[in-house]
């Protein structure tokens, strides 16, 4: 198709220069998984490097959305636009291929040119013959310079077929001039051993066909069977079906399973199971209310959502009642009959995607657990360097925090945002997890958004068989403030109490709330029950402020208003504890409106008598005070201003004189610096309590769990 080797050759020697840091994820047929695996490489990557790039060199139609370069542009770590990672149509393969791979190498360069690492996903075998499609990909990795990752699938295959279609896969790949780096045989049984070790014997028995060294790793990822699943949306789409009712939230909740319900109420009940799907005829309206009422009860399953079919829609009678039971699930209405709608619901199959949120952290999860991060790593010259993008210092932390497990309590059950969090933490494998709140509302509404928590433990402090110790362990530890334990058996139902008493008594590691709570309802129990840690005089706080290129501490801007020197020296002290505790080596800025000798004021005189006693208590460690917060982190200020300062210029850790200008500062920063603020968090506590800005999102609470789970390995 693209001419002999030879030409092949001359034309990627010509162009391409020094070789580029690149990996090329293909496959020897579709539905391998190709799409799943780049974007498991495209989050290690993203972990260990500033700038990640992707690059499709062949898509089907440049006006219509590849799923498969949408699903990795959404990734954070990804630096390159939709626009500049499509290389050619098949279109235009199809009528010139060797301009199509000239067209290829130009723009795959202006990518690689502008990235440290570049992901580049092979096509899909829609529209590329003759001689195959693998070669095709073989050419255009041999012209990139980028050596190839195999996707091989092994669903419903024995190990010697896939270790056969692995042989021959990589024997093409060699013939096409191309280097084999790794083999991923994807959906394996949860036994991959065998597997592994025939596809490794059949690499090793061909390698002087391969053109590649015996030692080419072999990676093995077990089936995940929600991948395949779509989603209410996505079925929405393929049948072209109206939303009536329901919740458009849900819509993006994965149906796993489909029931044609052509028979009675009583039998289609009997076979209702949770994330299905029901095809049921337009014009059975007693059908339609038993489903929804079944969603709605307790003792149901979750449905995914229901489509009603033959064009007929519920009257006005129906609707009215359908609205009055309040149900969440999504109808769909479609002119389409039943055999044609679950003929289309059947063939629908699921993609990963930034708006199913299940299955990317299932993926990474999954990913992170079976592909060995060194190896892949290996695979390429990943630079080195000292800069630390958000992302970076991020996935460092959940490095460390999955490293050892500690068990943190999230007391806000009844916050979607807490468990989509605590979703994402558990499929991730970040924390073990208590959550408080009535259990069965909890997965009920968790099942609903199509989440996963089963891992979790779950207390109603209501009902909990705790309460007893609990309130006598309160009453205790209060008794000099007046406290009964008659009294603290009514205050430690409160989840905000409960939750620190379970971290109190050692039940659990820490604890994260505040989405749903004032930061005094969260603090106040844990000054009450855990209290400050010895040597400390006040909890204070602090942001984590990743910035593009390093982190920043920011301390406090979220407890002490108006701190004395002795409080603004021990919110020094703990605020460095807290950067080394986070890898980050503190060089402390006691912050003010005049630098070294120049200015005076009483304000001036706190800042520079509480840098005199971080000095006498605390010999150790490097600070500067007052300074202004320019000379604290520009070098070309501190020049000016305090040119023999070994912190001036290059603070860590810049302590505020209040909390006015601290609070300010830090969203000041935050939003027109485009920094990253994880926080706030809580120091000086004897164990980890952290609380959340009720406008938290998500990733804020993960970002925070993954904080007090660090915070607790450290106490430990």
């Known amino acids: 198709m693209v001419g002999d080797g030879r030409r092949e050759m001359s034309f990627r020697h010509d162009l391409m220069g020094p070789m580029t840091r690149s990996l090329y994820v293909a496959s020897p047929s579709g539905q391998a998984g190709k799409s799943m695996i780049a974007f498991g490489l495209v ?8 700038t990640v790039g992707v690059f499709r060199p062949v898509t089907t139609d440049r006006d219509r959305t590849d799923t498969v370069l949408s699903l990795l542009i959404s990734h954070d770590g990804v630096t390159t636009s939709y626009e500049d990672a499509v290389g050619v149509t098949y279109a235009e393969v199809h009528a010139d291929p060797d301009a199509a791979l000239s067209t290829i190498v130009e723009r795959y360069r202006a990518v690689a040119a502008e ?32 050596p190839v990752v195999l996707v091989v699938p092994a669903l419903g295959q024995d190990q010697h077929t896939v270790a056969q279609t692995a042989e021959l896969a990589a024997a093409e790949i060699g013939h096409g001039h191309a280097q084999l780096a790794a083999v991923v045989l994807n959906r394996c049984a949860e ?6 070790e025939a596809v490794r014997e059949a690499l090793d028995d061909g390698v002087g066909r391969l053109g590649s060294a015996p030692t080419v790793p072999v990676w093995a990822i077990p089936e995940i069977p929600i991948l395949a699943a779509p989603t209410v949306a996505q079925i929405a789409t393929e049948l072209g079906a109206e939303q009536i009712f329901g919740d458009p939230d849900l819509m993006t909740r994965e149906a796993e399973h489909m029931l044609v319900a052509g028979m009675s109420v009583e039998h289609v009940l009997e076979r209702l199971t949770d994330g299905q799907l029901v095809i049921a005829a337009g014009d059975r309206p007693e059908l339609l209310v038993a489903l929804l009422a079944a969603h709605r009860s307790a003792v149901h399953p979750s449905l995914a959502g ?54 990317v952290d299932l993926t990474l999860g ?54 989509r969090a605590a979703s994402t933490l558990l499929a991730r494998r970040v924390a073990d997890l208590t959550i408080l709140g009535e259990e069965q509302a909890i997965h009920q509404r968790a099942t609903e958004l199509g989440l996963d928590i089963s891992a979790a433990r779950i207390i109603n402090p209501n009902s909990s068989a705790l309460l007893d110790e609990f309130a006598e362990e309160f009453a205790r530890v209060r008794h000099h403030k007046g406290m009964t334990v008659e009294r603290a058996r009514e205050i430690v139902t409160d989840v905000s109490h409960f939750g620190t008493l379970l971290v109190h008594t050692g039940r659990a590691d820490g604890m994260v709330s505040g989405a749903a709570h004032t930061t005094a309802h969260t603090i106040r129990p844990a000054l009450q029950i855990i209290r400050t840690a010895p040597g400390t005089a006040i909890v204070s706080s602090v942001f984590l402020m990743c910035l593009a290129d390093r982190v920043l501490v920011y301390g406090d801007c979220a407890v002490n208003p108006d701190p004395n020197a002795h409080e603004l020296a021990d919110i020094a002290i703990s605020s460095a504890a807290t950067a080394a505790r986070f890898g980050i080596n503190p060089r402390i800025a006691m912050l003010s409106y005049s630098t070294g000798d120049s200015g005076s004021g009483a304000e001036v005189e706190e800042v520079r008598a509480a840098t005199a006693l971080v000095r006498q208590l605390r010999p150790d460690l490097l600070v500067e ?16 201003k305090l040119p023999d300062s070994p912190v001036a210029g290059q603070a860590t850790v810049l302590v505020f004189p209040d909390l006015n200008t601290g609070n300010n500062t830090y969203k000041a920063v935050q939003r027109s610096a485009g920094a990253v603020a994880i926080g706030p968090v809580l120091q000086g506590l004897n164990r980890p309590v952290n609380d959340l800005s009720r406008g938290a999102t998500v990733t804020d609470i993960v970002n925070t769990v993954v904080i007090t789970a660090i915070q607790a390995q450290e106490q430990s």
């Open 191 to 196: 036994d991959t051993a065998p597997i592994r």
């Open 625 to 640: 005070g007052p300074l202004q917060y320019d000379a604290a982190v520009e070098p070309s200020v501190a020049r000016t």
């Open 115 to 146: 990235c440290e690492v570049t992901i580049i996903v092979g096509s899909d075998y829609t529209g590329v013959s003759s001689p195959t499609e693998l070669a095709w990909n073989a050419t255009i990795a041999a012209n990139l310079g980028a």
């Open 43 to 50: 989050d290690l990557f993203s972990r260990r490097v500033a």
């Open 366 to 419: 999954v990913l992170g657990q079976h592909l060995p991060a060194e190896e892949a790593l290996a695979l390429v010259d990943v630079p080195g360097g000292d800069i630390v993008t958000p992302l970076m210092f991020e996935a460092t932390l959940v490095d460390r925090a999955r490293a050892d497990l500690r068990h943190i309590v999230l007391p806000e059950g009844d916050d979607d945002r807490v468990l």
């Open 306 to 359: 229901v489509v009603l079919n033959g064009g007929f829609l519920p009257s006005p009678q129906i609707a009215s009642l359908a609205r009055g039971l309040d149900a969440q699930l999504p109808v769909l209405a479609t002119g389409l009959g039943t055999f044609e709608t679950a003929s289309i619901v059947a063939r629908t199959r699921g993609v990963i995607s930034a708006a199913t949120q299940r299955k």
